[in-house]
């Protein structure tokens, strides 16, 4: 790192990533604050920089790197960090010290006994839930929900949807069987028996037979509701209970959200009408998807989708893992599977593509419709999607607003990429001044927000 780069990193300020302390005598400090960034995306705490960001380093003695592995020796499991030292020019050899680790492979780190998170720019005790989920993604590897015995056997299995699926995955070219394949060689090709031969919950979680789950598997199915308003204390116009495996779900939730959106015909590329449904088919799908492929299953409750008057709400049961954040479902990023035998499953029936691209699909497909950009909201419970319908835009939190005309083509606009206000006004063909009063309404609403400033400055569509 350079002292140009230091600088640069004091003009931003502290950070969930980043920390300053004036010197190496804050260490303990310092070492509390890499732990808490070992439990979360990794980071820096820079010592030589004061909390106001001026660059002022520390004479750095023979046993000052010491001190700070010494320190760091008190972090379990134990993380040695890399530690850099910056001599700033023309201060009479003083250094800045920059200790980094990433994020940590073997959470939670402990520091003297406590566990730390990072919440912004602070460092905070981590709550009693957010140490159980770190370790549950510890042990995820080898002991999920999915690969737990089941109890039961062959009889439990659905065996036409078994053989449905092997014809589905062979026409996707994505079988690792062969046509004739019985039912048990399928599920092996799958990793979907246990150590004794027999169907695993994974198995029965994808293929059982309604009459066969019974009460064993109260966290399989769906609730699908119509809710005549915007809330769901509003009166519900279809309620529909679905017990069954994931794949007999996915179907009647996808049949049900048919029923109840509404349809479009245009003239496509070519002489025939095309027809799609108000929310496009491929965008509801996804949603359902992630829901049933990501959701914890041994968390109890049912994914649930509700169709509002502004909006489609599918949400599961469980928590975003291994560090994902709604934020991060906007951007490219790689996928980490809660269920990975399961979404494989998906993956070979042409359902999900296993790329950490399904958000990024579903975001584009929605601005090429004109709707409103998809919302993520992840809680301590659930991960809701929503998705706009037609005249409607979501703000970061999932809740509906009305917007004008020129304010609906601003955000649009916006969905490709952020933009300065006369790029916006340039692309829209509209007046300057009723494109700033529309950027104006549009961050009043929560919708966007303005990074920079004077000529500098542009703007983008707000996320979690």
């Known amino acids: 790192m350079t002292p140009e780069e230091i600088e640069r990193l004091a003009q931003r300020g502290e950070s969930e990533t980043v920390e ?56 379990h499991p134990r993380y040695p960090p890399s530690i850099d030292r910056v001599p700033l020019p023309d201060c009479a050899g003083r250094e800045v010290i920059v200790a980094g680790v990433p994020s940590g492979t073997r959470k939670p780190c402990a520091y003297r006994g406590r566990h730390y998170v990072r919440a912004g720019a602070a460092t905070l005790d981590m709550p009693e839930e957010t140490q159980l989920s770190l370790v549950l993604e510890r042990v995820h590897g080898t ?53 004794e031969g027999l169907p695993n919950r994974g198995a029965i979680a994808l293929f059982g037979r309604v009459g066969e789950l019974g009460g064993r598997y109260p966290t399989l199915g769906c609730r699908l509701v119509v809710v005549d308003g915007t809330e769901l204390a509003d009166e519900l116009r279809d309620d529909v209970l679905v017990n069954d495996n994931v794949y007999a779900s996915l179907r009647k939730a996808m049949a049900f959200c048919d029923r109840h959106l509404s349809w479009r015909t245009q003239i496509g590329s070519g002489l025939q009408s095309e027809t799609d449904s108000e929310i496009p088919r491929a965008v509801v799908r996804e949603a359902l998807a992630n829901a049933f492929g990501h959701r914890d299953y041994a968390v109890a409750g049912l994914v649930q989708v509700r169709l509002y008057a502004d909006r489609l709400e599918v949400s599961s049961p469980g928590q975003l893992h291994f560090g994902l954040t709604p934020a991060d479902l906007y951007v490219p990023h790689s996928s980490h599977p809660w269920n990975p035998v399961m979404l494989g499953c998906l993956y070979r029936r042409g359902i999900v593509e296993q790329l950490g691209s399904g958000t990024l699909r579903m975001i584009r497909r929605c601005a090429e419709e004109g709707l409103g950009r998809p919302v993520f909201v992840a809680g301590a419970a659930s991960v809701a999607c929503s998705v706009p319908r037609w005249g409607h835009w979501l703000r970061p939190d999932g809740t509906s607003v009305e917007v004008s005309k020129l304010e609906a083509a601003v955000l649009s606009a916006l969905i490709v990429g952020p933009a300065s206000r006369g790029e916006l006004a340039d692309a829209l063909m509209a007046d300057a001044a009723d494109v700033r009063e529309a950027l104006v309404e549009l961050r009043e609403m929560g919708l966007v927000r303005v990074e920079g400033h004077g000529r500098g400055s542009f703007w983008l569509l707000d996320t979690p």
């Open 20 to 75: 300053f302390k004036a010197t190496t005598g804050q260490r303990h400090e310092a070492v509390k604050t890499l732990s808490a960034m070992l439990n979360g995306r990794g980071g820096q705490v820079i010592f030589g920089v004061n909390p106001k960001g001026n660059v002022t380093g520390q004479q750095v003695g023979e046993d000052t790197l010491t001190d700070i592995t010494n320190a760091c020796q008190e972090i």
């Open 143 to 195: 002991a999920r929900w999915e690969l737990e015995t089941s109890g039961l056997g062959f009889e439990a299995v659905d065996e036409r949807e078994v053989q449905q699926f092997r014809d589905d995955a062979i026409a996707a070219g994505r079988a690792a069987f062969d046509a004739d394949a019985s039912v048990p060689d399928v599920l092996l090709a799958l990793g979907l028996l246990d150590g």
